[in-house]
């Protein structure tokens, strides 16, 4: 996992750093037992997921690589008859 730089673009910094502002605001909200900032904070979370996924399609994010296709075909295995009389 730490060979292929998972994660390391500016879009993906981005929307996590916003989602966990929105966490936080969340989580502070909800022991001050206001639910309408806790919503609000839920909203911050899933804002930061549309602000990595725009920043993403904006070319911010991971180069998409065309699927690696293996066509590796195992070797058929075929039994003779052991000990065929004709």
Same mark, same amino acid.
């Given at each position: ?18 989602a ?11 022991? $001050?037992a ?12 899933? !804002? ?6 725009? $920043?993403?399609? $904006?070319? !911010?994010? $991971?180069?998409?690589?065309?699927? !690696?296709?293996?066509s ?15």
């Amino acid at each position: 996992m730490a060979g292929n730089s998972h994660g390391h673009t500016p879009a993906a910094w981005t929307g996590v750093t916003i989602a966990i502002i929105g966490f936080c605001v969340a989580g502070a909200f909800m022991v $001050m037992a206001q639910p309408v900032g806790f919503w609000a904070g839920m909203v911050i979370v899933v !804002l930061g997921g549309v602000v990595g996924g725009i $920043m993403s399609a $904006m070319g !911010l994010g $991971m180069p998409k690589r065309a699927p !690696l296709v293996t066509s590796h075909s195992a070797p058929v295995a075929t039994r003779e008859p052991v000990g065929a009389e004709s």
